[in-house]
């Protein structure tokens, strides 16, 4: 059975971080692109970041470049969304998913349930 549990959500105020971590069972996660998406209330589920397989490149949304870093460790089957600088509209679920190739919010084949974050003062 194939499981991503996200953790590290929570309050924080503007300008603070969080480090979001995201552990895969089921898998074997260097063989998949995992990437970070969120959903504000209201909105659609968007993406955040992705990395490719066993160390690839990653890419960021547009609205978190320059603030937000996508890691992984395989060893741990885990990845992780280190996020500085946050701002009210980071504020959403945020959920981890994986697929074999590909990283976008239509086409990922696995979804955790995921972790809240609200930033507000």
């Known amino acids: 059975q194939v499981q991503l549990v996200e953790s590290g959500g929570g309050l924080v105020q503007p300008g603070e971080s969080l480090r979001l971590s995201c552990v895969t069972s089921g898998i074997t996660s260097r063989l998949y692109v995992i990437g970070w998406f969120r959903q504000a209330p209201g909105k659609e589920r968007e993406d955040v970041a992705c990395m490719a397989r066993s160390l690839g490149s990653a890419t960021y949304a547009d609205s978190v470049k320059g603030r937000f870093t996508i890691s992984r460790d395989d060893t741990k089957n885990s990845v992780y969304l280190q996020m500085n600088g946050l701002k009210s509209e980071d504020s959403g679920v945020y959920y981890c998913?994986?697929?074999?190739?590909?990283?976008?919010?239509?086409?990922?084949?696995?979804w955790g349930k995921g972790t809240r974050v609200t930033v507000s003062e």
């Open positions: 998913a994986a697929h074999p190739s590909s990283c976008w919010v239509d086409g990922m084949d696995y």
